[in-house]
């Protein structure tokens, strides 16, 4: 379980969805999780119809919330490890046709609790 992740956002063009997972599946993330102190990655697609709902929490909101249609997680062991693998993973995606409006963001885990085994404190 890594401490840090990396969230990488975009868009894709409508079309190259099929060229962009396959980039993503077969090369990018592979890569990627090759690399040292990287632990895990998720591609993530959202369900757009579902995020479009008007829910409670969206209507106290001042400012419509921008729904990322395209999400990479990279779990890693350190924050230095997440920003050097967001290096690799947006250059990769900025170089690809069809892929647009790349951000990044770094979270770090500050605290876990875990239970111990009967018998241990």
């Not at 599946?25 to 369900?47: F, N, S, W, Y």
């Not at 008007?54 to 230095?80: F, Q």
């Not at 170089?95 to 500050?110: F, S, V």
Request: net charge negative; hydrophobic share 40%.
């Amino acid at each position: 379980q890594g401490a840090v992740m990396l969230t990488v956002r975009f868009a894709v063009e409508p079309g190259a969805e099929a060229e962009v997972t396959r980039l993503l599946r077969q090369e990018t993330l592979p890569r990627a999780c090759d690399m040292a102190g990287i632990v895990g990655a998720h591609l993530c697609r959202a369900d757009e119809a579902g995020s479009r709902v008007e829910t409670v929490e969206k209507k106290a909101r001042n400012e419509p919330t921008a729904i990322p249609s395209w999400i990479l997680l990279i779990e890693a062991i350190s924050v230095d490890a997440a920003e050097a693998c967001a290096v690799q993973v947006t250059t990769e995606l900025r170089e690809c046709n069809g892929i647009h409006g790349i951000d990044q963001a770094t979270y770090r885990l500050e605290y876990q609790r875990c239970k111990l085994p009967s018998g241990e404190s």
